[in-house]
């Protein structure tokens, strides 16, 4: 596999993890989720899951399995994350690393093609979710609404080296009908 497709995710929602439903999941046919948390669940300074990630969480945990999976080392910050969310977790992965995210797929008893890793940075989360062989998703960072002028120069830099090689990064729209449903719903 080149660079260029290691670095093209499968799925670019162009907002964050709360934009991923339920139906994007079954209509992949994913069965688990191995999430990273640092700016994919919660922005970098803020250490509690809001009520509404809580919500969500929730609302996939009936239809995929959710381990969370990060490069953090803080045990206090992403236990304490994990447990407000009632997830399982792994810390330390050094993802573009396959390691702990070949651990979660095992955890959830999946083949890693039903898996999908999601995340807000292309040279960890894609790489690592892509080098395994799970389907990729690539979410926009959860912004700190006490921050009014948001800057992340890390993933703004992969973005710019991902395109400049050609990984052409386009977010994806899906129109969802549902059989009880008369009118088609975008998300």
Do not use: C
């Given at each position: ?150 800057s992340n120069p890390t993933r703004d830099f992969e973005v710019w080296v991902s395109q400049a090689l050609g990984v052409p990064l386009t977010a994806v729209q899906h129109n969802f009908k549902k059989p009880d449903e008369s009118r088609q719903t975008e998300i």
């Amino acid at each position: 596999m080149s660079w260029i497709t290691n670095l093209q995710p499968d799925l670019i929602l162009g907002g964050p993890i709360l934009s991923l439903t339920p139906d994007i999941l079954q209509h992949y046919q994913l069965k688990g989720l191995v999430l990273d948390v640092d700016d994919t669940l919660v922005p970098l300074r803020v250490a509690q899951a809001s009520d509404e990630m809580r919500q969500w969480v929730e609302q996939i945990k009936p239809v995929a399995s959710v381990w969370l999976v990060s490069n953090n080392l803080s045990q206090a910050r992403i236990s304490s994350i994990a447990n407000s969310l009632n997830l399982p977790y792994m810390l330390g992965a050094r993802k573009p690393s396959r390691r702990k995210l070949k651990k979660a797929a095992q955890a959830m008893n999946l083949p890693v093609e039903q898996v999908a890793m999601v995340g807000d940075r292309l040279f960890t989360d894609v790489l690592a979710g892509n080098r395994l062989g799970m389907f990729t998703i690539l979410v926009e960072p959860m912004l700190d609404p006490g921050i009014t002028n948001p800057s992340n120069p890390t993933r703004d830099f992969e973005v710019w080296v991902s395109q400049a090689l050609g990984v052409p990064l386009t977010a994806v729209q899906h129109n969802f009908k549902k059989p009880d449903e008369s009118r088609q719903t975008e998300i």
